[in-house]
């Protein structure tokens, strides 16, 4: 399903909006009051293909840079996380929820330490900075927070890599998985991680400076030709087998780090003070009531996932999907949600309700799908 | 200038998606990570005839309500805004500013007092429960936030009145413009307010609850029948003429309230306690050095303004345009945008580029248009 999205100012282009529409994009989606492709010529299905063997560019700018800058940054952070960032070196990139009071989720940023008192907050679909703000006002905390003219450019497949040293150097080939490091450009140096929203591998180049945005992008495509490289976007098809999130479709502030399996990232022994604290640990202790699963389901192709779809065992509902599209890999249905904990090793047969009138039948799965 | 809108499950549905696709929306745009209806079967221009004349049901769901509650609710909203709300009685809407400690726009909503401690903020296009929340955090006050189960329902135009008396009693031709009262719906208690998002006059219901979206969409439709009610959504040349801004369009966290006429709403003689109290009072102090105004300018019909447009007078750029359309009625294009202080007064020609590589010649306008 896909609708006219009508243009504003308010919905921001890109660094490479320029580019994507020269490239032939079809459709958007609308992130961090940003425009984020997410269809060009191709189908989902071809691109998916596609993604699993070459390499792709994508324009990941709505992954907005909260920058936080002061002598009480890392304080700042760590109040807003309930992952320790105590042992974070200069150069990591770390996955870290971020939570209210209640332990209900309000993003779930990769924060990059660029220096000692510097660091990007990697956002995900709400105004993070607008969070911090409000705490660093409230707490008189010694920050300045910004959102920095930082526009991220996602080179993911499996030829990602050989792209990426042909370009830049060898060198980038040490560069470890959620680690960054730097490269010349244009005679500037611009932040690359190895990172990305797609389980093929790839890097992440934090061009800073909006107006190189066209020349970073001709150069990688022209670079690309010979790994049959593709404009392209993170492929519903390839996240939802691998197991990436979405947050507000995943996760809202309904949800809290548990329920999205992220346990092992939670601090609970006291040792860091965090907003939420209590709560996390009471979730923690008690068990969290629901966690996201994968679905694995035949029947005809879903349709796009735009509000909950029920899943119903012995005509009790067990559970909700937010993200659902056909594999042409596994020749099934394949979607997330959260599934109530009693119901988390069932090896039943569930109903999919994709509110089409359809029966669907399938059965859980751990990730990857 | 439409493209596709990928949709989602994060692109979230309102109470009335289902009722606004019946009626055949053919164009969203996003606010708030909800969709708002942007485009129906007819022109933007015979909508606009139509608005000026008739009456209009606009699903304008996405001006989500903060809801802040408790002891300290109006020191938390104090706090944020510029505007003294000492004053406020239950039932008064106030457009109230919100900025940061800078000075800088955060949001520009519309704030209901509900009770002595129940406020409704009316947001515009950024997450301000989270500076919010942020705040109180920070602060430790006492009070609860969300956002509220409540969908604002809009109708505008001439006959509104007519039609909202018709359907729950003349009692509500004795609101004021920016007040509220109570209407009777289905055993239910709903808010109505004499505001919304034109010049021609109307009402916004806060429906709460969202079941009810379809039966009141369906009520409010049929009764208007006889009004020559249309579906429809905030009119881009009929709010340009009128000077009707758009944050994320008009303003951005780099303005302050000042430069988008402000000055009489903020509390500039120290009575009251806000963030941003000194910068503001800065600014008041030294005037604002740019103000939004308005433009009409000849030529072909403009293109959608998605970037800023500049306005060069003898070579010189002298401010930009960020909303704009082609007036039937004023047979020219119309445009919104900050113009620098020495120029405001101007009665030269300017130049308009639109970035189409044509040129065109206006002058400065008062509002309305």
């Known amino acids: 399903?896909?609708?006219?999205?009508?243009?504003?100012?308010?919905?921001?282009?890109?660094?490479?909006?320029?580019?994507v529409e020269r490239e032939g994009v079809s459709g958007f989606s609308v992130v961090n009051h940003m425009l984020l492709p997410k269809a060009f010529k191709q189908s989902v299905?071809?691109?998916?293909w596609h993604l699993r063997e070459h390499v792709q560019l994508w324009d990941v700018s709505c992954q907005r840079q909260v920058q936080i800058v002061g002598v009480d940054a890392t304080k700042l952070i760590q109040l807003m996380t309930p992952r320790d960032i105590g042992t974070m070196r200069i150069g990591d990139c770390l996955y870290v929820p971020i939570v209210d009071q209640n332990g209900?989720?309000?993003n779930d940023p990769v924060l990059l330490k660029i220096s000692s008192k510097k660091y990007w907050l990697s956002i995900a679909d709400s105004d993070l900075l607008l969070y911090a703000l409000g705490l660093a006002?409230?707490?008189k905390l010694e920050v300045i927070i910004s959102e920095a003219d930082v526009w991220p450019l996602s080179v993911q497949g499996p030829k990602a890599e050989d792209l990426v040293a042909n370009l830049f150097g060898e060198e980038i080939r040490r560069i470890g998985f959620f680690k960054f490091?730097?490269?010349n450009f244009k005679g500037t140096k611009q932040l690359i991680a190895r990172s990305?929203?797609?389980r093929q591998g790839g890097f992440e180049i934090y061009l800073e400076g909006k107006d190189l945005g066209s020349e970073l992008w001709d150069l990688v495509f022209k670079a690309g030709e010979k790994y049959n490289i593709r404009p392209g976007c993170p492929n519903i098809i390839e996240r939802v087998e691998g197991g990436l999130f979405s947050y507000g479709n995943e996760m809202t502030r309904e949800n809290n780090p548990l329920e999205i399996g992220l346990r092992k990232f939670c601090s609970l022994d006291g040792s860091v003070e965090y907003i939420g604290r209590e709560a996390i640990e009471k979730?923690?202790?008690e068990g969290e009531i629901q966690q996201i699963r994968g679905v694995v389901f035949a029947g005809p192709k879903c349709p796009t996932c735009s509000v909950p779809w029920p899943v119903v065992l012995d005509g009790k509902k067990i559970g909700q999907l937010t993200s659902g599209m056909y594999s042409p890999r596994l020749k099934a249905n394949v979607a997330l949600g959260m599934i109530i904990r009693e119901f988390w090793d069932t090896i039943k047969v569930v109903q999919i309700d994709c509110l089409d009138g359809l029966t669907r039948q399938g059965k859980l799965s751990n990730f990857p799908l």
């Open 1 to 19: 399903m896909s609708e006219g999205l009508n243009m504003s100012r308010r919905i921001r282009r890109t660094a490479y909006t320029d580019r």
């Open 45 to 48: 299905e071809d691109d998916y």
């Open 104 to 106: 209900g989720l309000i």
């Open 137 to 139: 006002t409230g707490l």
């Open 181 to 183: 490091d730097w490269i």
């Open 196 to 198: 990305g929203y797609s």
């Open 283 to 285: 979730i923690a202790f």
